[in-house]
């Protein structure tokens, strides 16, 4: 048997490609007799080199593009059998059985196979098993999946049509480097741990990735976090490193530094920092050059299928975040498990991926479902509905997971396309197919309510989209339901590797190897029941099929629309203590923000509740919201409250008998009253003639009520947090509104807050505005965000200048530091009247502008539109200057038409100086002539040039041609024209004047002609007149002037520069006898010649040259 295996191998190593079919089925048929003969047997024991062999047919199946035909030939029956054989031979042959276990698992997760064993229960254990003993880690799962796809993309990042695919190779020498730095980072301790606090990003995975397969343990802090809750759990688990993304993250770090206890160094992904604490991504990467080679390879022969590989926090009920602690089990196990209840989705697949990968489903079913499928996994450029679409159509994905909120917006966006009620199946399915690229199969929505049409309508245009139900706990889901088996409402049945139960109040309870080891800093006691059993918190209902359904939820905690975590129980504590509330309700599951129903205390002995009319008693209650919101998170806090009319009750099913509520049922009954607190998500405020729209997600920041925002003749005040804005009407007609420091044109009936706070190009420098947000502005900005209705006009109140704004500018220009701060500040240096502000504005400008790539560097770009910005036009020149050398040519007539419009004088000899000299390419002399015709258009009717652009404008273009004589001709040709054809005098003088000193510069670059060369070959001196031959009948007279004319002037060879297109000769460049004249003809006073040149290096040239009889 041992050279029937050997034979096979070769085969295999040699691929599918070289065997023929016929000879392929035999060998696979040939397959599962051997594997029966090895357990039956037990072959292992006595040959045991045939581990090795079968080991490396397994290996090779994948490499040799067989594994798919031997999955679906495998006999499922004999291939189990000879799983458990091999559980029985690894105490004998432990490191051969595991490897060869290894890739017996990998061969399981094949598609082909999997349909095969589908729904049968009893391969969960068997590969628990071969996890288990055979430690198959994250580690040996993604370097198994490293080896077989290579080239095959892992990630792709998408940056508008642009597509950047990253292999499997690429990404896992990546990822040994990170590993490296890692190490060096953590000072090669022996628990190593670091804390991510990062939004989604190719960097995020790879890091995330390194850690696991080396571990590191990961601890994963939700991007959203509040910053009295990142405090709590970087100390809880004493992290001396964080990961953050990008300068918003940053920003929340600095505000708690000072308390965190252990916090040794952040590292900061995207930019860099003054703070000598935070490390730039590029100096955590050179860390990798001081690693102490073996450390990672000591370290990884450690770890263990029970090794804890990560903690994730969520909220638990009572508000204070719980660390929840995952092995390498719960992860790779969890990946099987899910594979089972999923046969057919395979390497073939791709995912468009948007979920956070701090999330369960983000992280795990996304980015760890495309390592162990072997899919792509492909980064949605942001999440809002518009991209998500357009990225759709763009990579044509076949999985997408999501919140209800992403299905819902693809069902409208169909429906905005085509009546589903009336047109017939086939058209709505090729609308469904152009919205979601032609080629989604399978989609998941969890984590909230979507209605059962919208399932029922994708499952009928054969998108898979399957419910489900899952907890963080869970290493995400828990239940699904089953493809081709939806029933309207239902979470599903168990997925495989997990046991559910119904306790008798019918809370669910769980059991399994993928739910977590406990939380962090608990015991188990505390957590599990016994058994082992995990409350989920949630009441539900189970049917005879064994699918569940949820009734009411038992657990004091909801999720709101977004999936941020909500204790509501925590928050009602707030008003405990206040004696006028005798009865709070929170509201907000799967909603955008919270809400509560007030009973207040009329009967409190103390109580002035009863002396008040109803306008002070719900000014009362909106300040104790005010102060409740103090001490709430920003998703937490309360926008809105309704008094209601009586106290929650038994007599109307509210309450338990312990006096908890029902909130199901309190939901139910006030039904009516809650919904008048969620009609839209901004606050309307009439001011004069227009609406402020202020979105409710400020209100939750600033911890206010909707109602604590109000307008007067000023503009927008919130009198409890002592704040105000400048708001007022500039030009009624023309929509110019004064909004703190600066001037817009609002193009819409309404200004949208929403707008102003999120896209910093119209905050920038308005020191108003920012002082009325707070720094919490720098966090807000949002690249999903696309609005044009508002447009920037002008700075109007010069902003107040300190040594602070001075000082933090000199500090991030000495560290290297790109930030939304810096922009803003420099933005207001730039209106100051100091000379030394402009000049560190201008530098720090410049500074942003070296690197394209920065992420803030669109922002000074539109910085640089805004010449109003510098109140010195020195300045403004300097801007200029930044935005002509800087700007890429595509939009540097939009600059010199705003620079021009703004300072008709702009263009002194300085300036002009300064940008001929670094401007390059025809698209900045064409935006100069277009300008000027747009300039001469717009002053035809004044009488006068001076006090206008047009005389520097010439003087530029003459300029210009003059230090690019490759523009000289079609410059001269434009002053020709306006010389001559222009019926304005003045015109034509000044185009005369500067076409004169365009001709005079371009001579003297041309310079004087050689009056001898010498000829290279002879090495004899010859001059012009050696080399010009005229016919014999040429005028005598006419003769010696066209020899004077080519020996004295520079004539030949400015007609040669400029018909050849850049051609620059001398003497020395023409052969002896190289100039031919000959003459046309002669007619009206003027005789035509002809001039041949012959170069020794350049060719021949022809041209005309026309004498004046009567000179």
């Given at each position: 048997m041992?050279?029937?295996?050997?034979k096979?191998?070769?085969l295999?190593?040699?691929?599918?490609?070289?065997?023929?079919?016929?000879?392929l089925?035999?060998?696979?048929?040939q397959l599962?007799?051997?594997?029966?003969?090895?357990?039956?047997?037990?072959l292992?024991?006595?040959?045991?080199?045939?581990?090795?062999?079968?080991t490396d047919i397994l290996?090779?199946s994948?490499?040799?593009?067989?594994?798919?035909p031997l999955?679906?030939?495998?006999?499922?029956?004999?291939?189990?059998d000879?799983?458990n054989?091999?559980?029985?031979?690894l105490?004998?042959n432990?490191?051969?059985?595991?490897?060869?276990i290894?890739?017996?698992?990998?061969?399981i997760?094949?598609?082909?196979?999997?349909?095969?064993?589908?729904?049968?229960?009893?391969?969960?254990?068997?590969?628990k098993?071969?996890i288990?003993?055979?430690?198959?880690?994250t580690y040996?799962?993604?370097?198994q999946r490293?080896?077989?796809?290579?080239?095959?993309?892992?990630?792709?990042v998408l940056?508008?049509?642009?597509?950047?695919?990253?292999?499997?190779?690429?990404i896992?020498n990546?990822?040994?480097?990170?590993?490296?730095?890692?190490?060096?980072?953590l000072?090669f301790?022996?628990?190593?741990?670091?804390?991510?606090f990062t939004?989604?990003?190719?960097?995020?995975?790879?890091?995330?990735?390194?850690?696991i397969?080396?571990?590191?343990?990961?601890v994963m802090?939700?991007?959203?976090?509040?910053?009295?809750?990142?405090?709590?759990i970087?100390?809880q688990?004493?992290?001396?490193?964080?990961?953050?993304?990008?300068?918003?993250?940053?920003?929340k770090i600095?505000?708690?530094?000072?308390?965190?206890?252990y916090l040794?160094?952040?590292v900061?992904?995207?930019g860099?920092?003054s703070?000598?604490?935070?490390?730039?991504?590029?100096?955590?990467?050179k860390?990798?050059?001081?690693?102490?080679?073996?450390?990672?390879?000591?370290?990884?022969?450690?770890?263990?299928t029970?090794?804890?590989?990560s903690?994730?926090?969520?909220?638990?009920?009572?508000g204070?975040?719980?660390?929840?602690?995952?092995?390498?089990?719960?992860?790779?196990?969890?990946?099987?498990?899910?594979?089972?209840?999923?046969p057919?989705?395979?390497?073939?697949?791709?995912?468009?991926?948007?979920?956070?990968?701090?999330h369960?489903?983000?992280r795990?079913?996304e980015?760890?479902g495309?390592?162990f499928?072997?899919t792509?996994y492909?980064f949605?450029?942001?999440p809002?509905?518009e991209?998500?679409l357009q990225?759709?159509?763009?990579?044509?994905p076949?999985i997408?997971?999501s919140?209800?909120?992403k299905?819902?917006?693809?069902?409208?966006?169909?429906?905005e396309k085509?009546?589903?009620?009336?047109?017939?199946?086939e058209?709505i399915?090729k609308?469904v197919?152009?919205t979601?690229?032609?080629?989604l199969?399978?989609?998941?929505?969890?984590?909230g309510?979507?209605?059962?049409?919208?399932?029922?309508?994708f499952?009928?245009?054969?998108i898979?989209l399957?419910?489900?139900?899952?907890?963080?706990?869970a290493?995400?889901?828990?239940?699904?339901?089953p493809?081709g088996?939806?029933?309207?409402?239902?979470?599903?049945?168990?997925?495989?590797?997990?046991?559910?139960k119904?306790?008798?109040?019918?809370?669910l309870?769980i059991?399994?190897?993928?739910?977590?080891?406990?939380?962090?800093?608990e015991s188990?006691?505390?957590?599990?029941?016994?058994?082992?059993?995990?409350?989920?918190?949630?009441?539900?209902?189970?049917?005879k099929?064994?699918?569940?359904?949820?009734i009411?939820?038992?657990?004091?905690?909801?999720?709101?629309v977004?999936?941020?975590?909500?204790?509501?129980?925590?928050?009602e504590?707030y008003?405990?203590?206040?004696?006028?509330?005798?009865?709070?309700?929170?509201v907000?599951?799967?909603r955008?923000?919270?809400?509560v129903?007030?009973?207040?205390?009329?009967?409190?002995?103390?109580?002035?509740l009863?002396e008040?009319?109803?306008?002070?008693?719900?000014?009362?209650?909106?300040?104790?919201?005010?102060t409740?919101?103090k001490?709430?998170?920003?998703?937490?806090?309360i926008?809105d409250?309704?008094?209601?009319?009586?106290?929650?009750?038994?007599?109307f099913?509210?309450?338990?008998p312990?006096?908890?509520y029902?909130?199901?049922?309190?939901?139910?009954?006030f039904?009516?009253?809650?919904?008048?607190?969620?009609?839209?998500?901004y606050?309307n405020?009439k001011?004069?003639?227009?609406?402020?729209?202020i979105?409710?997600?400020?209100?939750?920041?600033k911890?206010?009520?909707?109602?604590?925002?109000?307008?007067?003749?000023?503009g927008i005040?919130?009198?409890?947090?002592?704040?105000?804005?400048?708001?007022?009407?500039?030009?009624?007609?023309n929509?110019?509104?004064?909004i703190?420091?600066y001037?817009?044109?609002?193009?819409?009936n309404?200004?949208d807050f929403q707008?102003?706070?999120?896209t910093p190009?119209?905050?920038?420098?308005?020191q108003?505005?920012t002082d009325?947000?707070?720094?919490?502005?720098?966090?807000?900005?949002?690249?999903?965000?696309k609005?044009?209705?508002?447009e920037?006009?002008?700075?109007n109140?010069?902003?107040?200048?300190?040594?602070?704004v001075?000082?933090?500018?000199?500090?991030?220009?000495?560290?290297?530091?790109?930030?939304?701060?810096?922009?803003?500040?420099?933005?207001?240096?730039?209106?100051?009247s100091?000379?030394?502000?402009?000049?560190?504005a201008?530098?720090y400008l410049?500074?942003?502008l070296?690197?394209e790539?920065?992420?803030?560097?669109?922002l000074?770009?539109?910085?640089?539109?805004?010449?109003s910005?510098?109140?010195?036009?020195?300045y403004?020149?300097?801007?200029?200057?930044?935005?002509?050398?800087k700007i890429?040519?595509?939009?540097?007539?939009?600059?010199?038409d705003?620079?021009?419009e703004?300072?008709?004088?702009?263009f002194?000899?300085?300036?002009?100086?300064?940008f001929?000299?670094?401007?390059?390419?025809?698209?900045k002399?064409e935006?100069?002539?277009?300008i000027?015709?747009?300039?001469?258009?717009?002053?035809?009717?004044?009488?006068?040039?001076?006090n206008?652009?047009i005389?520097?404008?010439?003087?530029?273009?003459?300029n210009?041609?003059i230090?690019h004589?490759?523009s000289?001709?079609?410059i001269?040709?434009?002053?020709?024209?306006?010389?001559?054809?222009?019926?304005r005098?003045?015109?034509?003088?000044?185009a005369?004047?500067?076409?004169?000193?365009?001709r005079?510069?371009?001579?003297?670059?041309?310079?004087?002609n050689?009056?001898?060369?010498?000829d290279?070959?002879?090495?004899?001196?010859?001059?012009?007149q050696n080399?010009?031959?005229?016919?014999?009948?040429?005028d005598?007279?006419?003769k010696?002037k066209i020899?004077?004319?080519?020996?004295?002037t520079?004539?030949?060879?400015e007609?040669?520069?400029?018909?050849?297109?850049?051609?620059?000769i001398?003497?020395?460049?023409?052969l002896?006898?190289?100039?031919?004249?000959?003459?046309?003809?002669?007619?009206h006073h003027?005789?035509?010649?002809?001039v041949s040149?012959?170069?020794?290096?350049?060719?021949a040239?022809?041209f005309?040259l026309?004498?004046?009889k009567?000179?």
């Amino acid at each position: 048997m041992n050279k029937e295996l050997l034979k096979t191998r070769d085969l295999f190593f040699a691929g599918k490609s070289a065997l023929e079919k016929e000879q392929l089925n035999k060998i696979l048929k040939q397959l599962n007799i051997y594997f029966e003969k090895i357990y039956t047997n037990d072959l292992f024991k006595n040959q045991k080199s045939l581990i090795p062999i079968v080991t490396d047919i397994l290996a090779s199946s994948f490499s040799g593009k067989l594994s798919s035909p031997l999955a679906s030939k495998l006999n499922e029956n004999n291939f189990y059998d000879f799983g458990n054989y091999l559980l029985q031979k690894l105490k004998s042959n432990k490191k051969e059985i595991d490897l060869l276990i290894h890739e017996y698992l990998n061969l399981i997760r094949v598609s082909e196979f999997l349909e095969k064993i589908y729904g049968d229960k009893k391969w969960e254990k068997l590969l628990k098993k071969l996890i288990v003993e055979s430690n198959f880690t994250t580690y040996h799962l993604f370097s198994q999946r490293a080896r077989d796809y290579k080239n095959k993309t892992l990630f792709k990042v998408l940056h508008g049509q642009t597509e950047i695919n990253y292999s499997w190779e690429t990404i896992n020498n990546n990822i040994n480097d990170y590993k490296k730095s890692f190490f060096t980072l953590l000072n090669f301790t022996n628990k190593p741990l670091v804390v991510f606090f990062t939004v989604n990003s190719l960097e995020m995975a790879q890091l995330d990735i390194a850690c696991i397969n080396s571990g590191i343990t990961n601890v994963m802090i939700p991007a959203n976090s509040v910053t009295q809750n990142i405090t709590y759990i970087l100390n809880q688990t004493k992290a001396e490193y964080i990961f953050v993304s990008e300068e918003k993250q940053l920003a929340k770090i600095k505000t708690i530094k000072n308390s965190l206890k252990y916090l040794k160094k952040a590292v900061l992904i995207k930019g860099s920092s003054s703070e000598d604490w935070v490390l730039s991504f590029s100096e955590f990467l050179k860390l990798k050059n001081n690693y102490k080679k073996g450390t990672i390879e000591n370290f990884e022969k450690k770890i263990t299928t029970r090794s804890l590989a990560s903690i994730m926090y969520t909220s638990g009920t009572t508000g204070v975040p719980k660390g929840i602690m995952f092995t390498n089990l719960n992860i790779v196990y969890k990946r099987f498990c899910r594979a089972l209840a999923l046969p057919k989705i395979s390497d073939k697949d791709r995912f468009l991926a948007y979920l956070p990968l701090f999330h369960t489903f983000g992280r795990y079913l996304e980015m760890m479902g495309s390592i162990f499928w072997g899919t792509e996994y492909v980064f949605m450029e942001n999440p809002s509905a518009e991209t998500m679409l357009q990225n759709m159509k763009q990579v044509k994905p076949s999985i997408f997971i999501s919140i209800p909120k992403k299905w819902i917006e693809l069902y409208d966006s169909i429906c905005e396309k085509v009546d589903i009620e009336i047109e017939s199946e086939e058209t709505i399915k090729k609308v469904v197919e152009e919205t979601t690229g032609g080629n989604l199969k399978w989609g998941l929505s969890a984590a909230g309510f979507l209605p059962s049409e919208i399932f029922i309508f994708f499952q009928k245009y054969e998108i898979e989209l399957m419910s489900g139900f899952g907890m963080t706990e869970a290493t995400g889901g828990i239940t699904m339901t089953p493809p081709g088996r939806y029933f309207p409402n239902s979470l599903g049945k168990e997925l495989p590797g997990i046991e559910i139960k119904l306790e008798e109040d019918g809370e669910l309870l769980i059991k399994g190897d993928y739910v977590m080891q406990g939380y962090f800093g608990e015991s188990k006691s505390e957590t599990f029941t016994k058994g082992g059993w995990l409350p989920t918190g949630d009441i539900m209902q189970m049917d005879k099929n064994g699918f569940i359904e949820i009734i009411d939820r038992k657990k004091e905690i909801y999720k709101n629309v977004k999936g941020e975590t909500v204790a509501p129980q925590k928050i009602e504590n707030y008003f405990r203590d206040i004696d006028s509330v005798k009865q709070v309700f929170l509201v907000g599951d799967h909603r955008l923000y919270n809400t509560v129903l007030i009973f207040p205390n009329f009967d409190e002995e103390e109580s002035k509740l009863k002396e008040i009319n109803d306008e002070q008693l719900q000014e009362f209650f909106s300040s104790v919201i005010v102060t409740v919101n103090k001490f709430l998170a920003p998703f937490e806090r309360i926008i809105d409250f309704r008094i209601i009319d009586r106290p929650f009750s038994d007599e109307f099913g509210e309450l338990t008998p312990k006096s908890t509520y029902k909130r199901r049922v309190i939901e139910k009954n006030f039904k009516e009253l809650i919904e008048t607190m969620y009609m839209q998500n901004y606050t309307n405020l009439k001011f004069k003639s227009i609406y402020i729209r202020i979105p409710n997600w400020f209100l939750l920041e600033k911890g206010i009520l909707n109602r604590d925002i109000i307008i007067d003749k000023n503009g927008i005040k919130v009198p409890k947090l002592n704040l105000s804005l400048k708001v007022k009407s500039e030009d009624k007609q023309n929509k110019l509104f004064k909004i703190g420091n600066y001037t817009y044109k609002i193009k819409e009936n309404f200004i949208d807050f929403q707008a102003l706070l999120t896209t910093p190009t119209y905050w920038l420098g308005n020191q108003s505005l920012t002082d009325f947000t707070g720094n919490s502005i720098y966090q807000w900005y949002r690249t999903d965000y696309k609005f044009d209705k508002i447009e920037f006009v002008k700075p109007n109140e010069k902003p107040k200048i300190n040594d602070t704004v001075r000082n933090r500018i000199k500090k991030t220009l000495k560290s290297s530091e790109v930030s939304l701060e810096g922009l803003h500040y420099s933005s207001m240096l730039l209106q100051s009247s100091s000379v030394i502000d402009n000049s560190l504005a201008v530098k720090y400008l410049n500074f942003v502008l070296d690197n394209e790539v920065e992420q803030n560097y669109n922002l000074a770009v539109e910085l640089l539109k805004r010449p109003s910005l510098a109140s010195k036009l020195n300045y403004r020149r300097k801007m200029f200057l930044l935005a002509a050398s800087k700007i890429n040519k595509i939009s540097f007539n939009i600059y010199l038409d705003k620079y021009i419009e703004h300072d008709k004088n702009l263009f002194d000899d300085k300036l002009i100086k300064e940008f001929v000299k670094n401007a390059r390419g025809k698209d900045k002399l064409e935006a100069i002539e277009k300008i000027l015709e747009q300039v001469l258009n717009s002053e035809k009717r004044k009488k006068g040039f001076v006090n206008t652009p047009i005389p520097s404008l010439f003087k530029l273009l003459s300029n210009y041609g003059i230090n690019h004589p490759i523009s000289y001709l079609k410059i001269r040709q434009l002053f020709v024209k306006y010389q001559l054809l222009d019926s304005r005098k003045e015109i034509n003088q000044i185009a005369q004047k500067e076409r004169y000193s365009l001709r005079k510069g371009f001579r003297n670059w041309i310079g004087i002609n050689q009056s001898v060369a010498v000829d290279p070959e002879t090495f004899e001196e010859y001059s012009w007149q050696n080399i010009i031959i005229t016919e014999e009948d040429i005028d005598t007279t006419d003769k010696k002037k066209i020899i004077k004319a080519i020996s004295n002037t520079s004539i030949l060879r400015e007609a040669i520069f400029l018909i050849s297109k850049g051609v620059r000769i001398g003497l020395n460049d023409i052969l002896p006898g190289g100039i031919w004249i000959s003459h046309l003809g002669t007619y009206h006073h003027k005789s035509v010649y002809r001039v041949s040149v012959q170069t020794r290096l350049h060719g021949a040239f022809d041209f005309v040259l026309n004498l004046n009889k009567n000179t």
